[in-house]
């Protein structure tokens, strides 16, 4: 495997069910990111991982939980979603460097997720 | 807060023509950077080109260049010699720090379509 993948490709769940996703970056890089991308909206940040510490966006719900076990895995855990989070997920990961500035940001292929 | 603003919610443009799509952006930031990403209908986000904001030269990666015009705060992609498979959609992003970690804010994107 090379650069960033995401599993699953696709998911549908129920609004009571308990899902995650997982990330994974084949890259060596020290960061990464989950966005969401709804239909005619931009990409929005919900998560950060830099440097082994997690950075918080305060408008996302507590039902979206994310889990970065080490620098190359990023999961996102979702309970008791509600329709309007059907989006496309997408994780990114980058390089942070000594200076605290990063790289560029390559992303994975993304999950479609469609909550009913 | 910066802001990216995409104004071209479409482009069609005939095989082989060169194609500009506009981007202007806001920041109060003396040190940014600027960053054009393809988005085909697979989902992935594929990394096209970069401008900091401190470059002499413009930027230029194959058939992509970016016209990078500081006094008017505009970063146009300018693909050359389109071809069928360039037909995705197209975002500019700026990098922003955001508490101490670094995220992208998104424009709204341009649907580029290359007619044979």
């Known amino acids: 495997e090379t650069g960033v993948t995401q599993t699953p490709r696709h998911l549908v769940m129920g609004m009571t069910n308990k899902k995650s996703l997982k990330c994974e970056q084949h890259?060596?890089?020290?960061?990464m990111y989950w966005y969401k991308q709804s239909a005619k909206k931009p990409l929005e940040l919900m998560f950060v991982y830099s440097l082994e510490e997690r950075v918080e966006n305060n408008s996302v719900p507590s039902r979206f939980s994310p889990e970065c076990p080490n620098s190359s895995h990023l999961f996102l855990h979702l309970h008791t979603l509600q329709p309007e989070d059907s989006a496309l997920y997408l994780c990114?990961?980058?390089?942070?460097?000594?200076?605290?500035?990063?790289?560029?940001?390559?992303f994975g292929p993304g999950t479609r997720l469609t909550v009913l | 807060a910066q802001k990216i603003t995409q104004t071209q919610p479409g482009m069609f443009v005939q095989e082989k023509e060169a194609v500009t799509l506009d981007c202007t952006y806001d920041?109060?930031?003396?040190?940014?950077?600027l960053f054009w990403y393809k988005q085909p209908s697979s989902g992935e986000m594929i990394f096209l080109i970069y401008q900091g904001s401190y470059d002499q030269q413009n930027a230029t990666e194959g058939r992509y260049s970016l016209n990078f015009q500081k006094a008017r705060k505009s970063a146009n992609l300018v693909i050359s010699a389109s071809q069928l498979g360039d037909s995705a959609m197209y975002f500019c992003?700026?990098?922003?720090?955001?508490?101490?970690?670094?995220?992208?804010?998104f424009g709204q994107g341009t649907r580029l379509t290359i007619n044979p």
């Open positions: 890259l060596g890089h020290n960061a």
């Open positions: 990114a990961s980058s390089q942070v460097r000594d200076n605290g500035g990063t790289d560029t940001q390559y």
């Open positions: 992003a700026m990098r922003e720090v955001f508490q101490g970690a670094q995220k992208l804010v």
């Open positions: 920041t109060s930031d003396p040190s940014y950077g």
